[in-house]
């Protein structure tokens, strides 16, 4: 069973920093793309940030996150880091990771849903 677990959320002020993980088993991680998405109460879904699989070397940030957000993976780990640097208020919420095959599922400049889901891992941001 494909298994991915998040870890790393917690409570920060404005202009702080975290760094998400997400832990992958049961998968050929290398032929899988990785993305994090987040929601917040009463909002809709969002997709932040996604990177393909290693040879393909490609990675979506959304405009809201731009700047600040960066995501990387290590394969040998099978992990998939979300980097978070001056964090806002507007950045709380719950962040999931997910994953799929090869590509990251950009749909009209959006990251789309993927096949495979992990827990979420609360982010709050106080002012």
């Known amino acids: 069973d494909v298994q991915l677990q998040a870890s790393g959320g917690g409570a920060v002020q404005t202009g702080g920093s975290l760094r998400l993980s997400c832990v992958a088993s049961?998968?050929?991680?290398?032929?899988?793309?990785v993305g994090w998405f987040r929601q917040a109460p009463g909002k809709e879904r969002e997709g932040v940030s996604c990177?393909?699989?290693?040879?393909?070397?490609?990675?979506y940030v959304a405009n809201s996150v731009k700047g600040r957000f960066t995501i990387s993976r290590d394969d040998a780990q099978n992990t998939v880091y979300l980097q978070m640097h001056r964090l806002k208020p507007e950045d709380t919420a719950v962040y999931y990771c997910?994953?799929?095959?090869?590509?990251?599922?950009?749909?009209?400049?959006?990251?789309?849903?993927?096949?495979?889901w992990g827990n979420g891992t609360q982010v709050t941001v106080s002012s």
């Open positions: 990177i393909s699989r290693s040879v393909d070397g490609l990675t």
């Open positions: 997910a994953a799929q095959t090869f590509f990251c599922p950009i749909v009209r400049g959006s990251l789309n849903d993927m096949d495979y």
């Open positions: 049961g998968l050929s991680f290398d032929d899988y793309a």
